[in-house]
């Protein structure tokens, strides 16, 4: 019988093969102490393991931007005085030598990344270890056994692959990988996703199931694994494959193309981003632009608030890459879930509900204005909107946009050039922008609805509490009634609505959307294609009455249900 399991999703696709187990013996730090005689040469030691290392990120050969990204990103935290300094401490004062001063110092780090309540950070736990590791193979003077040279084409069944491991294996014949360790969003399944290998990692303890040699087929679509299927599942997946590549084939001809519904409506298909290198991603997917660019993973990655020149030359980079297609930037979103190193929030009952996002800002003005003065400076080059999250009231537009006129008459007199047109909307995320939509519309130029929040807050679920998880379901009827109000109130100041929600890209609710009458959808990019593929084939009359036999109905699953067997 097949073994089936289940893991979490990495990278999509189907592939199938004989599995080649990659297992590294866990390096352990010598223990022994030193004596005072010894700290200058293990002082030296450590420096020469950083030089060593830090050259073979240099020589190493790079093919995706995000192993040139990971390249860079270790060489900086080699050159980042924190690691040398706590390291070369413990050899001085505590005489340690230098192999057991870098693992305390790291299992350090990585002990207080892991702690952290955001997943995004919590993976780049990973990046230490990794430097961790590489180091103490340069201490030991062992060469790590790596997965650059593989004998034929192989699925590859690991305990972990950290981002060293990815970047420098051999790519032509890896047809895909399971590992019991990571998550989405760690640098190892962002190299997989951009390579198109299909991957399903946090698989428990998948590596000490299989033997090399035994079958695989990953389906990265799924999550899951099955080992040594059947002559008849492997003839199933070889088909599923065979579509799966006609089909990509097929939205890769559509991906650039306009969506525009096939009674003439043109709908913005864009997409959602945390730093420039999603952006490539996006661009490659082919988005008409970006309409969500979360720029706290700016601050979060920071060890400071970001100067206006650090932001400044993201925001420009960002504009100058989508060469003219608009460029959503949103104002910092933290607090809630998202903390910072450097900074101490206030300890509340419910942070969901407390100071963060806009809150926040307009209470640090100096943090505020400094990111508008940044993205102003930056809308001289290309098509920048400003978007802020969780507006619940006409006065903190009004208090955005006075800090905006004042941030504009500096940049006058100092003659620094922007868009002198640029366009402020807000994110629609709080039941209370709902209700004041009317009113808010007249002091911005968009609406962009914000669904996962939304959800949330319309229904008084709090979205990661896997208790009440079967209430959060954006097909509630108060909640789809909250996006029709929205939508309605824009156009009839002459606006639009926009969606960036997790909602927006879903492709079951593409014609639901149309017939409610929004204008553009962002979300992630692997999905664009899919939905410029929807609208080019969806009359928009024929989805507005769709739409409204929807808002005329009752109960969340008979709607989903309904949604569903629309498509
Ligand atoms: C949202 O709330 O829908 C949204 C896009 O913002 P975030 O997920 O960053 O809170
Ligand atoms: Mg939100």
């Known amino acids: 019988m097949t073994d089936k399991y289940k893991g979490i999703i990495a990278s999509n696709g189907i592939a199938m093969g004989d599995i080649y187990i990659y297992s590294k013996e866990e390096i352990k730090a010598n223990q022994e102490e030193i004596d005072s005689s010894k700290v200058d040469a293990e002082i030296e030691k450590f420096k020469s393991a950083i030089k060593n290392y830090f050259r073979d990120l240099e020589d190493r050969e790079k093919t995706t931007k995000e192993e040139e990204e990971i390249a860079n990103a270790h060489k900086e935290l080699l050159q980042d005085p924190f690691l040398e300094e706590t390291v070369v401490n413990k050899i001085k004062d505590e005489n340690k030598n230098s192999e057991l001063a870098l693992s305390e110092t790291i299992d350090e780090m990585v002990t207080t990344m892991s702690l952290l309540d955001d997943d995004y950070l919590k993976e780049r736990a990973a990046d230490y270890k990794d430097i961790g590791e590489q180091l103490m193979y340069k201490l030991k003077g ?13 699925i590859i069944i690991s305990k972990e692959l950290t981002p060293s491991d990815t970047s420098t294996m051999d790519k032509k014949n890896v047809l895909g990988f399971a590992t019991d360790l990571g998550g989405k ?98 661009i490659e997917a082919g988005c008409d632009g970006v309409g969500l660019f979360r720029t706290e993973f700016l601050y979060m990655e920071n060890t400071h608030f970001p ?54 800002c307009l209470d640090k003005v100096d943090v505020f204005k400094t990111q508008l003065r940044a993205i102003l400076r930056a809308s001289a080059f290309g098509k920048i909107r400003i978007m802020t999250p969780m507006i619940i009231s006409v006065d903190e ?16 007199k100092e003659n ?25 519309i007249k002091y911005v130029d968009f609406f962009s609805i914000g669904t996962n929040d939304l959800t949330q807050y319309v229904l008084a ?35 639009w609505t926009g969606m960036c929600g997790q909602f927006a890209l879903d492709i079951t609710a593409t014609k639901l959307l149309l017939g409610l009458g929004l204008d553009e959808f ?46």
């Open 416 to 440: 620094i050039d922007y868009d002198k047109n640029i366009e402020l909307g807000i994110m629609v995320e709080t039941p209370a922008s709902v209700m004041m939509a009317d009113k808010i």
């Open 142 to 154: 062992i060469k790590p056994k790596n997965l650059s040279k593989l004998d034929g084409k192989c």
């Open 522 to 567: 962002s979300g992630t990019p692997s999905n664009i294609s899919k939905v410029k593929d929807t609208v080019l084939n969806t009359s928009l009359e024929e989805s507005k009455k769709f739409a409204e036999k929807i808002l005329d109905m009752e109960d969340t699953q008979e709607i989903e249900r309904m949604v569903i067997e629309n498509n």
């Open 185 to 282: 969003t760690s640098h190892t399944s962002i190299i997989a996703q951009t390579l198109g290998i299909p991957a399903v990692v946090g698989m428990g303890n998948i590596s000490s199931k299989v033997k090399d040699g035994d079958y695989a087929i990953i389906d990265g679509d799924s999550g899951f694994i099955l080992l040594n299927p059947s002559q008849e599942e492997k003839e199933e997946y070889t088909n599923k494959i065979k579509s799966l590549e006609e089909e990509k084939k097929r939205l890769d001809k559509i991906k650039n193309s306009t969506a525009i519904t096939t009674d003439g409506k043109t709908i913005e298909v864009s997409a959602n981003i945390g730093n420039l290198s999603d952006l490539d991603v996006a």
């Open 307 to 360: 100067t206006e020149e650090e932001q400044f030359e993201v925001y420009k980079k960002a504009a100058e890459k989508l060469e003219g297609k608009p460029l959503i930037i949103r104002t910092l979103d933290i607090g809630g879930d998202k903390g910072l190193d450097y900074y101490e929030f206030p300890k509340e009952d419910n942070p969901f509900l407390g100071y963060r996002a806009i809150r926040m």
């Open 397 to 412: 537009v009004k208090k955005t946009r006075k800090y905006l006129e004042e941030i504009k008459k500096d940049l006058d």
């Open 461 to 495: 679920v709090d979205r990661g509490n896997e208790n009440i998880s079967y209430l959060y379901n954006t097909y509630n009827p108060a909640v789809l009634r909250a996006i029709k109000r929205t939508i309605d109130e824009s156009h009839k100041a002459g606006k």
